[in-house]
DNA sequence: TTGTATGCGTTATCAG
DNA sequence: CTGATAACGCATACAA
């Protein structure tokens, strides 16, 4: 037992200062005591060097103070930055978070729902793509960028408005003819409609275009076939590459450079995301921001709203376009 | 209140199972109970969908089976590869992860170990900077990066070596004078020892060197006016360079090529940290790659040790060099 | 306003 | 091997 189990209690304090155990409960949530006790109270404390024990609170109230994150990982750039949000808009309300990793697994995501319930957070958030995935019914689950049901609030950028951004800024910068290409779950979710928001602006627009979207599973090399299968007589049919992701995008560059093509000269290129070299540096790409922290504030503030059921079933939040020198100004 | 509050209770279980709180208490902890009992038991739990409820046991045991990392951020790509892996290695225990954000902010450090005991954490894993940092003797701590005393175990990749291995490969490449720039906390923490083992092998090897080493607060221009000093007739009279990070050899790479410089065909470059593009593509530089995941593991290790002070107080992981494209092969 | 007493869900001790 | 029961630290309903 490597811990020290002789932490005082608040019945120590109490004690030591002469009240009853109540009295201290009261002084320390805050409630209405007398000016005299309240301070025989806090010296105890001071004296003692008394810490609060969050594990009976929570076995008391059945609030722990604590809400599940359930994302696939921090790696991902992305990722990191909601994670971070997230954290501090916890933290501002003096809630805690727990991670849940799922890499992706689709079996994780429900063992999570399971472990979180055992460990009695006070709600979830949670990024996922599980098909099949069951929303507890007596926690409050918020998720990000998918739909389930008008009872689940759903926070998302505006991925569709991102797409139209992408086709105007394309078309603004002398594109006549361009492409959208994107990887991802054939789940329906809402960064799905980057790819409708761009079709819809291209039509408008009169912009020729063409839509690549791969599976998962799909081999990369499938995009560099689309490439190959668009060089003319040494040049690229296409001036203006709007990506799913800011990963995708660059990528796409990496294979664009090697093919003899140059960025943004020969062919422009738009991601979607709003990474930044080392998070805090440079944007790695051409892109459309999303703006995480507000995200990030919206579903803290819906996880933990009273009620849930007067929540918008679909919070869409704005996004903006950011060069990352990938176009032409 | 959202939640649900009849979840049901050991007793329930008993009642359903017709046997006493005891032994589904034992069931469940996986102790020795009679065949029919233990079927009784999990049928009856699997009929009311009995949760396990964290807050009575660890109220009972004082164990939370929570881990506290209190770190920096999760926006630095070293940062979150870090989060990731020791969450990964964390979950394979059966623990959870307790995310502390200080933002360098050193009060917050010192904030989060208050917080940290209040909501019983069994451990603390801390990446710090705040000189006067306390550490608590009541609750197992390991540090990453810097050294206490010996008491407390520290954690670290092979700083000293990673700067040898830099001074060697940028010998082995053609290098005649080079130079080591960093900017951090004044603090001597073991990565202060990327210098020092850059310095030890440049000696060895008869290679011309400079040091540069600024304060966190120094501005960034104070490294690019050091690069303006070493250009001569328009060249640089550096042809290698070995930085603190690799955000720090990314930025001077930013610089050096605005200023008219190729990298590596005039001047290479090797960063330290192995970040990676998104995560899991290529390395950003050339670079001395941290093991992580190591690093994770033996953070765990070493907290989760039943007797810490059998733990060696200084944990050196071994380190590699990585190319990033910022070096001639 | 303050004191007292009960119970939250669990583990552990002790009898049987 | 199993059953009954007493804590663990706290919040709160109720009594004073």
Redesign the interface.
Known sequence: M????N?PTMADVAREAGVALGTVSRVINGQQVGEEFRRKVEEAIQRLGY??????R??RT???NTIALIIP?????YF??L??HI??EL?KRNY????C?TEYDRDRETEFI?MV????A??IIALTYNPNLTIPD???FVTIDRFFSVSVPCIAADNFGGGRIAAQKLAEFGCRKVAFLRTGSSLTNEPSKRKDGFVSACVELGLSFEVLALEDEAPYSQFEAFLQDHVVDGKLSLDGLFLGT??LA??IIQSLQRMGFRVPEDVQVIGFDG?R?????SY?VSTIVQPVQDIAEACVSAVLS?H?STIPSLICLPVHYASGGTTKE
């Open positions: 490597a811990k020290a189990k932490a810490q609060y024990n969050n594990s009976g929570a076995l059945d609030r722990t990982n921090t790696i991902n750039p990191a930055l994670v971070h954290n501090i933290e805690r978070m727990l991670l990793f399971q319930r055992q460990n009695r006070d709600g007596d926690i409050p800011d990963m660059w990528q990474i070299m080392f998070g805090n540096q790695v009273r849930l």
